[in-house]
């Protein structure tokens, strides 16, 4: 290891001081980038060869890293021996040599505990990974990490790949950083204000996990942005305090300025939450309904490793739902992306509404990747629209979807032990019309008992779309 560890100190320390760089550089695309002269040298060490095969010409600075690609850099550098062990049943192609150097070496370990015989070289490296990868490498003894309550971020074994369009948001050069360092300095005002201004804002409010209770919900203004960021690091969770609404953001709410006469249908605020926790909001009896974490409509919206825990909306009432998120009209018909995210997870820590424990929406599609959803409940009664008598409601305990033409896809995502007092106990979707369509894909679905309807054949799903459901490689049982 300590040969590996040379080898890799001296390829950082040629690329952090400029190596000498061939004329004109060896790649087309990487001027005017402040990362240029590192991106140079590490072309000249041969750790890196190009993003476009055979001719190698460009290096693709703003492309993420998939985990095949960062083995091969971390093999270039280290100039890894070979081996002839192979311990992954999912890996072929160019990076195989790369990545089964670095199981030998032991610096993967592979990407499925406990089990570890898969590597998945297409998902993307997170900044989180790639610092267990380098202290691997670099022989470093680990820190011991900071304890989040409650159940992990996402699928576990989710490792479907992630469009560039879904995936984390860059915050490189953020333009507002709540706190200084100090847990006493990230306030419920502090959020409040940030969120108002817009742009890429993070957290800094020292090295533990701390959770700021929310006096008020924050609230997006549709002129500021137009991309707007709101990053917890992962250790930072907003708290409704049983009381308020998290996140608000409404493009046809003129308390938030109406920038376009077709406010139902504009490409902005673009809005991003991520690495966030998101408990106990509550939105019971507020105008408009639903959302108990996060209310959204308009522009575009998605939530990229993040969790919803014992969050609320009204008891009851039909088309009242999204205990932890509500959304309404994004631009164009465009889906909604959850990606990585975590929506109750264990006992005791389910969202609660009428309709739509997890999700809920009227007319917004959504594509749903390497999530989980457990342990929501739709608790109103008398399904949606209301029988005579009843108040309404009790549909969708995981994902409550209603309007005309939309689609729900679900792609590597666990949804078991949730509950519908009446239809889906799992997922509610109709289509009005019948032009919208449910798809999902390498997903489990079981344990979402519905008391009162659910589709033939489908346990936990209450579906009326467009042909039938697609289901592939997935496992839908009582």
Not at 161 to 170: H, L, R, T
Not at 283 to 291: A, I, L
Not at 395 to 420: C, M, P, Q, R, W
Not at 424 to 450: K, M, Q, Y
């Amino acid at each position: 290891m300590t040969l590996l560890i040379g080898s890799l100190m001296l390829s950082m320390g040629t690329a952090a001081v400029g190596a000498d760089l061939p004329p004109g550089g060896t790649f087309l695309d990487d001027d005017h980038s402040v990362h240029e002269s590192a991106i140079e040298a590490i072309a000249a060490e041969g750790i890196t060869l190009g993003c476009n095969p055979p001719a190698n010409d460009r290096y693709c600075p703003q492309n993420p890293v998939t985990r095949g690609q960062m083995a091969a850099f971390l093999d270039r550098a280290l100039k890894l021996p070979p081996t002839t062990q192979a311990p992954f049943n999912d890996v072929s192609g160019v990076f195989t040599d790369s990545i089964n150097r670095l199981a030998a070496a032991g610096i993967t370990l592979g990407c499925n505990p406990p089990a570890n015989d898969r590597y998945c070289p297409q998902k993307l490296i997170t900044r989180a990974e790639m610092a267990t990868f380098l202290t691997r490498a670099l022989g470093l003894t680990p820190l011991t990490p900071p304890v989040r309550p409650g159940p992990p971020t996402g699928n576990p074994d989710g490792n479907a790949v992630v469009p560039a369009e879904a995936q984390a948001e860059s915050v490189f050069n953020p333009d507002i950083v709540i706190g200084n360092g100090t847990p006493a300095s990230c306030t419920s005002a502090a959020v409040v204000d940030a969120v108002a201004q817009g742009g890429v804002i993070v957290f800094d409010c020292g090295p533990d996990p701390i959770t700021i209770e929310m006096m008020e919900p924050a609230k997006v203004f549709n002129n500021t942005g137009p991309e707007i960021v709101i990053d917890g690091g992962g250790l930072v969770t907003l708290s409704g305090r049983n009381q308020n609404r998290i996140l608000y953001m409404n493009t046809c709410d003129p308390d938030l300025i109406w920038t376009t006469p077709h406010c139902q249908n504009q490409d902005h605020p673009r809005l991003t939450v991520q690495n966030l926790t998101f408990v106990n909001g509550n939105s019971k009896g507020d105008d408009p309904d639903g959302g108990g974490a996060i209310w959204v409509r308009g522009g575009r919206f998605k939530i990229v490793n993040s969790r919803f825990f014992n969050n609320v909306c009204d008891d009851v009432g039909p088309d009242v739902g999204g205990a932890a998120v509500r959304v309404f009209s994004q631009y164009q018909g465009l889906p909604v992306y959850v990606v990585n995210s975590t929506f109750g997870g264990a006992e005791g820590y389910g969202n609660v509404c009428s309709n739509g424990g997890g999700l809920s929406s009227i007319g917004v599609s959504y594509t749903v990747i390497n999530s989980l959803f457990t342990h929501n409940l739709a608790i109103g009664n008398g399904a949606n629209p209301s029988r005579g008598g009843t108040p309404g409601g009790g549909s969708g305990g995981a994902i409550y979807n209603d309007g005309n033409t939309f689609t729900l896809k679900i792609v590597d995502t666990v949804i078991e032990d949730n509950h519908a007092n009446e239809g889906g106990g799992a997922i509610f979707f109709v289509s009005n019309d019948r032009s919208g369509n449910l798809r999902i894909e390498d997903s489990t679905l079981r344990r979402n008992p519905s008391d009162g309807f659910e589709t033939r054949g489908f346990p936990g799903i209450f579906y009326l779309g467009s042909g039938p459901i697609q289901v592939v490689n997935s496992t839908i049982e009582e």
